[in-house]
């Protein structure tokens, strides 16, 4: 057993005859931060879509505990709790903040059916207040809680993107894939992000994995960090590790 919550294993993806992940591998663990960094076409993207099942790979297996997953959709693998985040803003613009939060926890149904729909029994209404007021805290959490009954729509960027962790998480997840959650941030959202991913590791154990431009933050937050370049993993190990690959400094932070 690797040990590792989600496991992708030679993983490879082709765009005609064009090469986005070459046997790529990378794994992350129950409470670990990982950071996955690369110039722009490095395959980052690529490569949180496959984790999450958007696309599969042309070779190369993904594993949950274990388990594998290569063939299964996307809302499969988010009910079996890996969550993502995107580049693009996906909320429910008609929706208010609140709303957005509770509807991730909707699929698991209220509790009693339908009677209990109609007939609004203690066991729902109990269940419902416990979704709105974990939703509650998560905003705050966030940053965000004075924006509940908001619409989504009309959220400037950075409060967009705390709101969309806030939902991603709303469901505790076993594994989150962030995709570039700093961007758009401001320094105080930025630290409140880092709190929130922090707290999320280390007090509920998720496996956490982000993409993210902003190499200092990086840095900062993940105990791992990997290095993907042209489709292919550079180089893996902690901050100071990378910092000082001489193979990373050419390729991507400038410095030979």
């Not at 274990?66 to 429910?92: C, E, K, M, N």
């Not at 700093?182 to 992000?193: F, H, K, T, V, Y």
């Not at 190990?237 to 990373?248: I, M």
Request: with cysteine.
């Amino acid at each position: 057993m690797s040990g590792y919550v989600l496991e992708a294993r030679g993983v490879s993806v082709r765009f005609g005859g064009v090469r986005a992940l070459t046997g790529v591998d990378l794994g992350v663990r129950a409470g670990e931060v990982c950071g996955l960094i690369g110039p722009n076409g490095a395959g980052k993207t690529t490569l949180f879509d496959v984790l999450s099942g958007i696309r599969r790979p042309d070779r190369g297996r993904l594993l949950l505990d274990g388990v594998d997953i290569t063939r299964r959709s996307p809302v499969w693998r988010a009910r079996h709790g890996v969550r993502r985040t995107f580049q693009r803003q996906q909320l429910f613009g008609q929706l208010s903040v609140a709303d957005n939060v509770l509807v991730a926890q909707e699929w698991r149904g209220g509790g009693g059916g339908l009677a209990a729909d109609l007939l609004a029994l203690p066991a729902r209404r109990a269940r419902e207040r416990a979704r709105r007021e974990r939703g509650e805290r998560l905003l705050a959490r966030c940053g965000t809680g004075d924006l509940a009954r908001a619409y989504a729509a009309g959220l400037p960027v950075g409060q967009a993107r705390m709101v969309e962790l806030a939902r991603a998480v709303a469901d505790p997840p076993g594994v989150l894939l962030l995709d570039e959650p700093a961007s758009g941030l401001s320094g105080p959202e930025r630290e409140r992000l880092a709190e929130v991913v922090r707290r999320l590791a280390d007090e509920e154990g998720c496996a956490v994995v982000l993409v993210e431009h902003d190499v200092a933050f990086v840095m900062e937050l993940c105990a791992r960090v990997v290095v993907l370049d042209l489709g292919t993993v550079l180089a893996e190990g902690t901050a100071a590790e990378v910092r000082a690959n001489p193979l990373v400094r050419e390729a991507y932070l400038g410095t030979a």
